[in-house]
């Protein structure tokens, strides 16, 4: 229960002093209780409106990046605090203990080998073959080696232009006119299958505004206006439905949903907002746009949807494709109360992380007892990194965890009971509010020591959603619905390509000059298969040039 505000009373040091000889000569009048009660509600309100203004202020701080950690890493949260002595009953060792690691070897450039998608040349010795006699020594032959490497970088527009100027030829008798053949390759269309690719890539993949992108092609002497941009990747959005469509269909077979939203701005039902208003109804008005990561057969599937829905009730729209011989999979989310739904037929777990976050925002109030925590929590994430390392099945994972793992959260759990029980901590504080959340959803918190499978959070769907951070920061706000929906076909295909270690870019290229094969059988154009498919057809997965 919240504690309120205490009425101040007026007491003076003398008053206070004499308060103290009577009680040393017997039991306190009821006034004198009275008034001691009083001041002892005083000083823990006082004690908890501090608490609270120190976990605001350092909230503000970081939203500021003043003093601000640039990460959540237990090393760099408790790097301040690393002489504070921890309390007892760490289970870990204490940060400084360890010696520091090693900085890796090397001067941090990229090799030749991370140049996948460069343009590979093979360039002949001018004078010498294999097998030819060495011109140094003359008595030994020359062999194939490694080829030495060179790598060549060069600057281009994103979206390059080729001028073709066709030879045209007028008989001065009959008038009849003869122009020369477009080369092999060059269609009647002005932009190609890449130009829709690499703008829809950079739009709703790196949040590069078309806007911005029209300055940049200007500057360089190619005119492509935003409206321009806009008519070439919405109906490249329609070519691309079936492969989308086909993402949601399989994703929502799979084992685990990890999901969460952000706000999104929609300028067409920012306006239906203002007729809301104006009528009165209890009509929603948010707007977000929710990220579904669901594990399917080891895939992971990157699905987008932007609207008036909220996370959960868009997870229920997947889950709506599931077949129903399939068993009940793990839905895995933040406490948010629009996460979740009751019609949902799931085992639903909590992310970890985001209770460790409340320890973090407070940490510079209460180190000692934030150092604890967080010092167990990073126990147990070095567990779970552990089976990841030696390549687990989920059962010898969820083995090792009731190993090495329950044990610390067993007794994490009683010591934050203990904490408030023995009021070494005030539930209303900062802190206490950080315990609260963990225990309170302690059994969705800690699934991942009961159930197979179940991961300790949804930092997978965190990193999904800051593609559509990073395209509001930019652009700021989808104009219309439809607007909307394209930039949710784009980024599913997008994040799941780089989810399967695919080139996005030559992805988006095959699917869409591929529009008819994606429609017939949308399930072979999947990111994780679609280079057999174009193997099968006898084209290359990814169109790199080679030449000798």
């Known amino acids: 229960m919240k504690r309120r505000k205490p009425e101040l009373i007026d007491l003076s040091a003398e008053e206070f002093g004499a308060i103290i000889e009577r009680s040393k000569a017997g039991a306190l009048n009821e006034q004198d209780r009275d008034k001691l009660n009083a001041l002892y509600e005083t000083h823990f309100w006082v004690v908890t409106e501090m608490e609270k203004s120190n976990a605001s202020l350092a909230r503000l701080r970081k939203s500021l990046s003043i003093n601000a950690q640039k990460t959540e890493k237990t090393s760099a949260v408790l790097k301040a605090e690393k002489d504070v002595e921890a309390p007892a009953g760490s289970v870990v060792e204490t940060i400084g203990e360890k010696a520091e690691k090693k900085k890796p070897k090397g001067h941090g450039r990229n090799g030749a080998g991370a140049y996948t998608g460069a343009e590979r040349i093979e360039v002949p010795h001018p004078s010498l073959k294999p097998g030819d006699p060495c011109p140094e020594c003359v008595r030994g032959k020359v062999y194939e080696r490694e080829p030495q490497r060179l790598v060549h970088l060069r600057g281009q527009a994103p979206i390059s232009a080729t ?40 739009k709703y993949g790196s949040g590069l505004p078309f806007n911005r992108l029209a300055r940049l092609e200007g500057s360089l002497g190619i005119p492509l206006p935003a409206s321009t941009q806009w008519g070439i990747v919405e109906p490249a959005a329609v070519g691309l439905t079936p492969a989308y469509q086909e993402l949601i269909w399989t994703g929502a077979q799979g084992d685990i949903f990890h999901h969460d939203d952000t706000s999104m701005k929609i300028l067409a039902l920012l306006k239906e907002n203002r007729r809301i208003e104006q009528e009165g109804t209890k009509e929603r008005t948010g707007m977000f746009t929710s990220g579904v990561v669901a594990i399917w057969k080891g895939h992971r599937i990157a699905l987008f949807f932007t609207g008036r829905q909220h996370a959960g009730e868009n997870l229920k729209d997947v889950l709506a494709k599931r077949a129903a011989e399939l068993g009940r999979p793990i839905q895995m989310c933040d406490g948010s109360s629009r996460n979740e739904s009751e019609d949902l037929d799931t085992i639903l777990a909590n992310c970890l992380t985001h209770g460790r976050r409340k320890f973090v925002e407070v940490t510079e109030s209460f180190p000692q007892e934030c150092r604890h925590v967080l010092e167990v929590l990073r126990q147990v994430y070095k567990n779970d990194a552990e ?56 059994k969705k918190l800690t699934l991942f020591l009961r159930k197979a499978g179940a991961p300790l959070d949804n930092n997978i769907c965190e990193r999904a959603l800051k593609k559509v951070i990073l395209h509001r920061k930019n652009a700021l706000f989808y104009k219309t619905t439809n607007g909307a929906r394209v930039g949710d076909v784009f980024m599913s295909l997008i994040y799941t390509a780089e989810l399967s270690g695919a080139n996005p870019f030559h992805y988006l290229t095959a699917l869409l000059k591929h529009a008819e094969e994606l429609r017939r059988s949308p399930h072979e154009w999947m990111p994780w298969n679609y280079q057999a498919t174009l193997a099968a057809l006898g084209e290359a997965a990814n169109p790199v040039t080679t030449s000798s």
């Open 163 to 202: 001028l073709l100027e066709l030879q045209s030829l007028r008989c001065n008798l009959c008038g009849e006119v003869f122009t020369a053949p477009a080369p092999a390759g060059v269609g009647d269309e002005k932009y190609d299958e890449t130009s829709a690719s690499m703008i829809g890539l950079l």
């Open 387 to 442: 089976t990841k390392k030696r390549g687990m099945s989920p059962k010898r994972r969820l083995r090792y965890h009731k190993a090495h793992s329950a044990a610390l959260m067993r007794d994490l759990k009683s010591w934050m009971n203990q904490q408030l029980v023995d009021r070494q901590v005030e539930p209303n504080s900062a802190l206490g509010e950080a315990f609260s959340y963990m225990l309170k959803r302690w």
